[in-house]
């Protein structure tokens, strides 16, 4: 009882630790995480018909999947400030995830916590600091499903069937990557379990159909199927293959120390993964035999969810990027409740501590590399303070990242500009998507999205200054801000960050006529349209 106390205990101090970063800090930094912050402020705002967003954009209902992070944005910014927002949704995901890997864990029968403690590297991946909140979600929802998937294989009622289809369809809001692999785990369970099992797949099938008529609806409406893609990735099977063995998903905002740490961690799983096989295998008569057992199924899944990560394409133009990334990750996960938990007094004690090593020290890792770019990030928003209300701008990010850290956290940082002042950013890259809640207005003045991020060179800087009145710089290209700053002028400088003011807007313009509500709102007024 004592040993259980203990082991409980500390599974609630890693949460803790792994919530401290979040909340200890005013910007959780990632990539994506500033657009989905303001693009839900414009959603909870296009209620209200006199917002100036509506100028801007508008609402986009339609069934995609990436609804699960924007609506539960959207419905804590009713609660709160737009960034504790963020920080309820990513509490929200820490529980989850963590409640869920324990979920399946004590479905599949385990009965050590080891399985557990590790999975609290997965917690802060790759995939959640580049910003893919709605995927992020996904991951514990498919865990969650697979365990309660796996509870049904000796039978199967028509209630636990309608749940399993109600999980499915939140499943495909969040994210199509764990909603496919939850269909090809049905349809391998379905085969394994329920072949001579005639009434159970009836009630599976008609418990998925919701989801899966969503599914084709997408590929159908988004055109998937001729959208172009980046190559499959099956000539390059060895990389493929070493990026799952080295866990390259955990290396994050520390590109110094957390490499060694994944593969730390990598060996670690190695370890469990070679001692279960063992466990499994047999001489009898000399010919060596794997005994299989239930519980195959889920390396099986793992098996087939990585080759899908090299028959996928990396990226589906305009719907989708690091497939790969996402497949291996969770195909990583769910080598977890298949690996034998009998290990052994001695190797479970020097799992058990080689776990908990990792776990904080990949946390202080985490902690110190925040505070590191919490004020790297303060001092680009630092010029915050001159763009007043109700204007337009966009970004001029010519460095995308710090130092020593894999994830782009400038990219999009110019949507703190815009937080809580009806400021418009026309390079809002979500809104240019058909896939976000947010849209662009048809007709709207505004540069092309991807010039602004990839090919500001390209930029018609007269043009630009018609309608937009600030940019927001960070960073130095010569070439591109000699052609700027003859459109646009310096008014506020402090470190890499560089605020320009269009010259076409009246000089006499006061910063307090700025804040006056009066004054004729870009893409309202005369000056904004042009």
């Not at 090299?310 to 769910?334: C, E, K, M, Y």
């Not at 680009?380 to 763009?387: K, L």
């Not at 002028?489 to 509500?517: N, Y």
């Amino acid at each position: 009882m004592n040993k259980k106390l203990l082991i409980n205990g500390l599974v609630l101090l890693l949460i803790a630790l792994y919530l401290v970063p979040i909340w200890r800090f005013r910007f959780f930094p990632s990539s994506d995480g500033p657009c989905h912050i303001y693009n839900a402020q414009v959603l909870k705002h296009l209620r209200h018909p006199d917002d100036p967003f509506h100028d801007y954009f508008g609402p986009n209902f339609r069934p995609f999947p990436n609804w699960t992070a924007s609506f539960l944005m959207w419905a804590f910014q009713h609660l709160v400030s737009p960034l504790l927002a963020e920080k309820l949704l990513l509490t929200v995901y820490v529980l989850l995830f963590v409640l869920s890997v324990q979920y399946l864990l004590k479905a599949t029968a385990h009965r050590t916590k080891i399985f557990w403690l590790l999975s609290f590297l997965y917690l802060f991946n790759f995939l959640l600091l580049m910003g893919y909140y709605s995927f992020s979600l996904g991951v514990p929802l498919l865990l969650f499903t697979l365990g309660f998937l796996w509870k049904s294989r000796e039978s199967l009622s028509w209630k636990r069937a309608a749940i399993l289809g109600l999980l499915l369809v939140v499943l495909y809001f969040s994210h199509p990557v764990p909603f496919l692999i939850a269909i090809v785990a049905l349809v391998l369970f379905a085969a394994l379990f329920y072949r001579r099992r005639g009434r159970d797949i009836r009630k599976i099938l008609v418990g998925c159909s919701p989801s899966v008529a969503l599914g084709f609806y997408y590929v159908w409406a988004y055109r998937l199927a001729s959208a172009q893609k980046i190559p499959i990735r099956i000539q390059n099977l060895s990389e493929s293959f070493m990026a799952l063995v080295n866990m390259h998903f955990l290396v994050t905002v520390d590109a110094q120390w957390q490499p060694i740490l994944a593969k730390v961690a990598a060996l670690l799983v190695f370890v469990l993964v070679m001692h279960t096989l063992v466990k499994k295998m047999t001489i009898r008569d000399k010919v060596l035999s794997y005994s299989f057992d239930q519980k195959d199924y889920f390396l099986l899944l793992s098996l087939v969810t990585f080759i899908l990560s090299i028959v996928f394409p990396d990226v589906v133009a305009g719907h989708g990027s690091a497939i790969f990334l996402r497949t291996i990750f969770i195909g990583s996960l769910l080598t977890l409740p298949w690996l034998s938990d009998d290990l052994g007094k001695v190797m479970k004690r020097l799992a058990a501590g080689g776990a908990t090593v990792l776990v904080v020290a990949n946390v202080l890792l985490i902690y110190l590399s925040f505070s590191m770019l919490n004020k790297d990030l303060s001092d680009f928003i630092s010029c915050r303070a001159h763009v007043g209300r109700f204007n337009t701008l966009i970004p001029l990010i010519f460095q995308r990242s710090a130092p020593s850290c894999n994830i782009p956290v400038f990219i999009h940082a110019t949507n703190y500009y815009c937080l809580n002042n009806f400021n418009i950013n026309l390079a809002n890259y979500e809104a240019d998507k058909d896939y976000f809640p947010v849209r662009f207005i048809e007709g709207l003045e505004r540069p092309d999205v991807y010039d602004v991020f990839d090919r500001p060179n390209t930029l018609d800087f007269p043009a630009l200054a018609r309608y937009v009145k600030y940019i927001v710089a960070f960073g130095m290209n010569v070439e591109v801000m000699t052609e700027c700053q003859k459109c646009f002028g310096v008014i506020c400088q402090k470190g890499k960050t560089r605020l320009l003011r269009s010259r076409f807007w009246s000089s006499q313009e006061t910063s307090a006529a700025e804040k006056d509500s009066g004054l004729n709102p870009p893409g309202r007024g005369p000056a904004a349209r042009g």
